[in-house]
């Protein structure tokens, strides 16, 4: 559904969601999607805000991710996650933020993508969520399609910004695919506990995406 970059700040957002399922590994393969998705969706605007706002090319804005894991994640993970370390990583990979082609059409096709290799998904706003959706180019789930909603923070013609919870991703998920949702958490063992909605809500990432200079 949508192109992987091997940058560090995809490597944070795979990270993030590795905590929130604790390296389980027979679970990784689930939410591949989700880590998959997540990455096309860092581009988003404000509940409100008008279509054509969105409308141009994007630069994400690496310095601006902020992101928050639930105590029993953090305790979990131990010495594992150090945010300073993935904030300063971030930063680090910003000279290359303008490598990403990130282009929301007029026709509802969001063009993602580096290096002439690109991917096209589908979006639309509605109330105050940015949807995507597409079909799944490879892995357990290839040639599915998938839609994704994701909360819309702010927005106007020169930036916006968004944030994604791991509950919000999971309850989606579980719309449509509950069979493989219902298999991963029942072999989750000792880690249910990780997949609580608690835990899961109070786990988020946020980014800010800023208008590509012509």
């Known amino acids: 559904m949508i192109y992987q970059i091997n940058l560090p700040e995809i490597r944070f957002i ?55 894991l639930h105590d029993d994640l953090v305790e979990s993970m131990g010495d594992e996650i150090n945010e300073k370390e993935i904030k300063a990583s971030l930063k680090e990979a910003q000279p290359m933020a303008s490598m990403i082609n990130i282009e929301f059409k007029e026709d509802g096709v969001l063009t993602v993508g580096a290096m002439g290799e690109n991917q096209d998904l589908n979006w639309s706003v509605e109330g105050s969520d940015l949807v995507l959706s597409g079909t799944v180019p490879e892995g357990e789930f290839k040639g599915k399609e998938v839609k994704l909603a994701f909360e819309i923070l702010d927005s106007n013609a020169d930036e916006f910004t968004i944030k994604i919870s791991a509950q919000s991703i999971k309850e989606q998920l579980n719309e449509q695919y509950k069979s493989e949702m219902d298999k991963a958490i029942s072999e989750a063992g000792d880690m249910k506990n990780l997949l609580d909605e608690k835990v899961l809500s109070d786990t988020w990432a946020s980014i800010t995406f800023k208008k590509k200079e012509s």
């Open 14 to 68: 795979v990270h993030l969601h590795d905590i929130t399922l604790n390296n389980y590994k027979k679970m990784k393969k689930l939410f591949k999607i989700t880590i998959v998705a997540l990455f096309a969706v860092i581009m988003v605007s404000c509940g409100g805000a008008s279509e054509d706002n969105f409308v141009g090319k994007w630069t994400p804005d690496f310095t601006s991710v902020e992101f928050h």
